[in-house]
């Protein structure tokens, strides 16, 4: 049977996911982690439970990756063992999923061009467009003349106006070196839209709503008739909330400030604002679970640092509904914290009564983990909805497009 391959590179990991085509549905999907660490180098990978031949399993495993190619090759080797035995010759696409496109606004066929489109961004992802360039060198290696396709974090943002992506910094800068916004997590925010105007049953070309991609690493975007026009992320994914690690909005002056005091380097200062700062600086943990736990036991970080998360979300809704102009007909909740958090979720929306956005505390609390629901009192001014993410199910039908499915042909998804 044919079959459809995911990938997504990090810069010590490689994501995997495969997509049966007769019907269209999800199969086994793992990630190989800490490649190139010869003592915690492990391959971890479920099936769901409608997977032919592996419905349900779980499987974890120590094996040794000395880069992406050989990460690929142990990941062919693990499905062909336990899945099967003919996988390679059963591709028919390869997606990929690459943070930074530059000025891409659709996802492409990789060639020689592409590829070296990706090459270019990497100055403004450094820490992971070269691995997605590895797992694309790695694939081309296995799947020979197969095509691949690059799916790009950006590109749904690059229908935001230029007053909203331009900086306030000397125009030659943007003409000279691309310094702009460009905003990230593009694939999710996508999905997103598309799945809340199915359930406000409007077009997504008559969809106007706030996105909540809150994780780890979280950003909200504006959408106004399925398009984006705002988004929190910046020239790189710093910009905006508060994060796990990252410190999201701040002054310029104090980036100057700190290595003046500090005598930080460049890279040094790189590692301060995107891995040691955010909730992990505020209170020691880059986990929202930890950080509810302390704040629930009086520790006097732990509620700041959740006070901070909020608040910051909180504001964005409001500039986004200011930027939509009042013209909201959902806010959306979704990745790891917005998915499955009905407290945060609390948090963030009972302040906005008086702007109109109805929280259901009963409604909240009964959404189920990796379930979709509707939040809002019947008084809410927007529906407010809560969507579990699945940005590689939105790379698979993309990827499908691009290499030529008409979509006649193209199975629905289950």
């Known amino acids: 049977m044919s079959k459809l391959l995911v990938l997504n590179a990090g810069s010590s990991s490689l994501k995997f996911k495969v997509f049966g085509l007769q019907p269209f549905a999800a199969g086994i999907g793992g990630m190989f982690d800490r490649i190139g660490d010869g003592a915690n180098c492990t391959l971890k990978a479920s099936a769901p439970p ?7 399993r779980k499987w974890e495993q120590k094996c040794f990756a ?22 390679v010759r059963e591709v028919v696409a390869v997606g ?8 891409i606004s659709e996802p492409v066929l990789l060639n020689d061009k592409t590829i070296d489109q990706i090459r ?5 992802a450094p820490l992971h467009n070269p691995p997605g360039l590895q797992g ?13 396709v690059a799916v790009f974090d950006t ?7 230029p007053h909203a992506f331009m900086y306030g910094l000397p125009y030659e800068l943007y003409e000279q070196h691309r310094i702009r916004r460009y905003g990230f997590h593009g694939t999710s925010h996508k999905y997103l839209v598309e799945q809340a105007a199915v359930m406000l049953g409007k077009p997504v070309s008559e969809t106007n709503v706030i996105t909540c991609h809150l994780g780890n690493g979280s950003s909200i975007s504006a959408v106004r008739g399925g398009r984006c026009v705002d988004t929190s992320m910046g020239m790189t994914p710093l910009e905006g909330l508060l994060m796990g690690t990252r410190c999201g ?3 310029p002056a104090v980036v100057l400030f700190m290595q003046k005091q500090l005598n930080l380097s460049v890279k040094d200062t790189d590692t301060l604002l995107n891995k040691k700062s955010g909730l992990l600086g505020l209170t020691g943990s880059n986990d929202l679970r930890s950080v509810l736990a302390g704040a629930a036991a009086g520790e006097p970080r732990a509620a700041l640092g959740l006070a901070m998360f909020v608040y910051r979300v909180r504001k964005y809704i409001g500039a986004y509904m200011a930027a939509l102009e009042g013209q909201v007909d959902a806010v959306v909740f979704s990745a790891g914290i917005g998915e499955n958090s009905p407290a945060v979720r609390a948090l963030i929306l009972e302040p906005l009564r008086g702007m109109g956005l109805d929280l259901d505390a009963a409604a909240n609390e009964a959404v189920l983990r990796g379930h979709r629901g509707d939040i809002g009192a019947p008084s809410s001014r927007a529906r407010l909805l809560v969507v579990p993410t699945d940005e590689e199910l939105c790379i698979a039908e993309q990827t499908l497009q691009v290499v030529g499915f008409k979509p006649s042909e193209q199975p629905t998804a289950q």
């Open 50 to 56: 409608h997977a032919a031949g592996a419905q349900g």
């Open 66 to 87: 000395k880069d992406h190619v050989s990460a690929m090759q142990n990941i062919l080797d693990f499905i062909k063992d336990n899945v099967s035995g003919a996988f």
């Open 96 to 103: 990929h999923r690459i943070v930074h496109g530059l000025d």
């Open 120 to 124: 270019a961004a990497a100055v403004l």
């Open 136 to 148: 694309i060198e790695a694939a081309a290696k296995v799947f020979q003349g197969v095509p691949q």
């Open 155 to 161: 590109a749904f943002h690059q229908s935001m106006p």
């Open 249 to 251: 909005d701040l002054d």
